[in-house]
């Protein structure tokens, strides 16, 4: 099967429920929830019958496309975090509906699905893609889409003005971006990153200070994208005004769909030496100061949806700690990896968030006081999550850590490495408060929960699949570490 | 005289990244210095209307096989295209909001802190 069929379809997918669901207006919105959770999970089957003729780079697509092993991991990884978020998004429809100005109770809400659908594909897109144009057009499906779903709120003032703040940011982001790819045009003639990579090889250092600003302007549009320093202002905002489902979207797959795109250009760049160590010295100043920034801001935070965001930062700062240590060959598998055990907790923890959260209208971390007693199997999941995505051993966050910081100990990064050990110091003091909360302080009256949360069959499954991975591959990572290539 | 020597007599590569320069800088201007949002949208059209200058200029000035490149061309309609996406989502929800809230300003945007 040509690789390029599971974009087609899903993007297909995606129009004909758009359709059907404007056309049909008596079908119980969440049915096209479940249509949506079908059709990814068949997409995610497709990948593994790709044609593996078609998977090598000198398959073409004219340069735009590349269906390497990289590229279809990370669909699978991306549509893997999309059947989540469906999940999620079902579990929150009476939440959204809740905030929508319309006449009929249901609808305004089978929107989210096929937008979910769309944006899924536009990451896709931004794994294979090889081309600069090919790197905007589909960052820009994805970012536009985020968009409505940010804003997809409209009645509640918090997701109207994440929706506003996530906009004005993001096109800033999006025309450095662009101005930065038309310097490189300008400078090499070309906007293939294969065709980059050989060019640059034999270049005159005279071409330097327009190449490095055109680079730059690129790693400033693409850091939006993963959360990192110097454009990471938006994220708390964003992260705690937009609807939970979607804000999980964004801090898992946005940042891993940026981050490949990050490592294409990087690896395009490491053909000529001078100009690549420039640029990754940049780079690891900027994971070092997003290490300390995300650290550091989530620490005195209240709001436990604040308090992901911060810790979404943290966690750009060391997979950028990967990226900056590029040389020494196994940072790539390290970031894959480390992705893989993002997406496990941090799915983890935000879909306890949700259910919390839904039941007692607010993400505060005081709704969570007496959650232990009240709700035991959620409480311990939501421990699991946290304790992974602090890093502590028997984990799959662990193992992230792990190969993170041995890849940039072989790189000579030294006092990254530094900066990452007193990163994941703190890092336990405000993951742990969110356990202090749940198991040892006292439930209030008017704060907490009075009885059990009650959550959905499916939902309920998916927590427990993703706990058990959680420890399971936390033991035993080499299921895992073998996909990787 | 070709068209191609017409435009180098009359216009340098640099005057045209120059105008494309300032235009971006008015632009970042624009987003950093105003408080209304419709014109914080407009400085960032600005903005990629830069690139798109300075996209075609590269093309005229770097030429492929005696014709202008055409692939920044190409991707400058890619980049018109999104601009206009942009905006049609981006305008919907300012419209949004100026319902909710009856404002334009980022001042009043003030709801999300800690």
């Known amino acids: 099967m040509n690789p390029i069929l599971l974009e087609a379809v899903l993007v297909c997918y995606a129009f004909l429920l758009l359709l059907v669901e404007a056309f049909n207006s008596r079908m119980p919105r969440r049915y096209f929830g479940w249509a949506a959770v079908v059709g990814t999970t068949v997409v995610f089957f497709m990948t593994f019958f790709v044609d593996s003729s078609k998977m090598n780079p000198e398959a073409g697509y004219y340069g735009f496309y590349a269906a390497d092993t990289l590229a279809i991991l990370f669909k699978r990884f991306i549509l893997l975090v999309s059947v989540c978020v469906l999940i999620m998004a079902i579990e929150f429809a009476p939440v959204l509906v809740r905030y929508l100005p319309v006449e009929k109770p249901d609808a305004g809400s089978g929107e ?42 409209r009645g509640n003032r918090a997701s109207l003005e994440a929706g506003i703040k996530f906009l004005i940011l993001g096109a800033i982001a999006t025309s450095l971006n662009v101005y930065g790819i038309a310097w490189i045009f300008g400078t090499l003639g070309t906007t293939e990153l294969p065709e980059i990579g050989a060019i640059l090889q034999s270049i005159d250092s005279s071409l330097f200070p ?4 055109g680079f730059g302007l690129i790693f400033a549009g693409i850091s939006f994208k993963v959360a990192a320093f110097p454009f990471q202002f938006w994220v708390p905002d964003v992260y705690q005004g937009a609807p939970t489902p979607v804000t999980a979207f964004l801090s898992v797959g946005s940042k891993a769909s940026a981050f490949v795109v990050l490592m294409r250009v990087l690896e395009s760049m490491l053909s000529n030496s001078e100009l690549s160590s420039k640029i990754l010295f940049m780079l690891s100043l900027v994971a070092g100061v997003t290490i300390l920034m995300g650290n550091l801001s989530a620490i005195p935070q209240t709001n436990f949806k604040r308090l992901l965001a911060y810790s979404s930062i943290a966690h750009a700062g060391y997979l950028l700690m990967g990226a900056a240590s590029i040389v020494s060959g196994n940072s790539g598998p390290a970031i894959a990896y480390y992705l893989m055990a993002y997406l496990i907790s941090n799915m983890l923890a935000f879909g306890v968030l949700l259910v919390v959260g839904k039941s007692t209208g607010s993400d505060e971390l005081v709704h969570f006081n007496g959650l232990g007693k009240k709700s035991p199997w959620l409480a311990t999941a939501l421990t699991l999550a946290v304790l992974s995505l602090a890093g502590l051993p028997f984990t799959v966050g662990f193992f992230g850590k792990f190969f993170i910081f041995s890849s940039a100990l072989q790189a000579q990064q030294f006092i990254l490495v530094g900066i990452g050990i007193l990163g994941i110091g703190c890092g336990f003091y405000y993951y742990l408060k969110v356990i202090r909360a749940m198991f040892w302080l006292p439930a209030s009256k008017e704060q907490s929960i009075s009885s059990p949360i009650e959550i959905s069959k499916p939902y309920a ?25 | 005289m070709d068209i191609a020597n017409f435009a180098e007599a009359s216009a340098t590569l640099g005057h045209y990244l120059i105008v494309s320069g300032l ?9 950093l210095l105003r408080r209304n949002i419709i014109i914080l949208f407009m400085g960032v059209e600005m903005m990629l209307n830069a690139a798109n200058l300075s996209l075609v200029a590269f093309s005229r000035f770097h030429p492929v096989g005696g014709g202008p490149a055409v692939d920044s061309q190409v991707f400058l309609f890619f980049i018109i295209t999104v ?32």
């Not at chain 1, 327009?210 to 600003?213: A, G, I, K, P, Y």
């Open chain 1, 461 to 485: 499954v998916m927590l427990i699949l993703l706990s058990i991975s959680l420890i399971i591959f936390g033991v035993y990572p080499e299921p895992i570490f073998n996909l990787i290539p």
């Open chain 2, 83 to 114: 601009a206009a996406a942009e905006v049609a989502i981006g305008l919907a929800i300012i419209v949004a909001l100026y319902r909710a809230k009856q404002t334009m300003h980022v001042e009043d945007l003030d709801s999300l802190r800690f």
């Open chain 1, 210 to 213: 327009s190449l490095l600003f």
């Open chain 2, 23 to 31: 235009l971006f800088g008015i632009g970042l201007m624009a987003v």
């Open chain 1, 112 to 153: 989210m699905y096929s937008l979910v659908l769309f944006a899924c594909a536009g990451m896709m897109w931004m794994a294979s893609a090889q081309n600069f144009v090919m790197i905007f057009v589909s960052v820009e499906l994805v970012t536009i889409t985020f968009y409505v779903m940010v804003a997809m709120m």
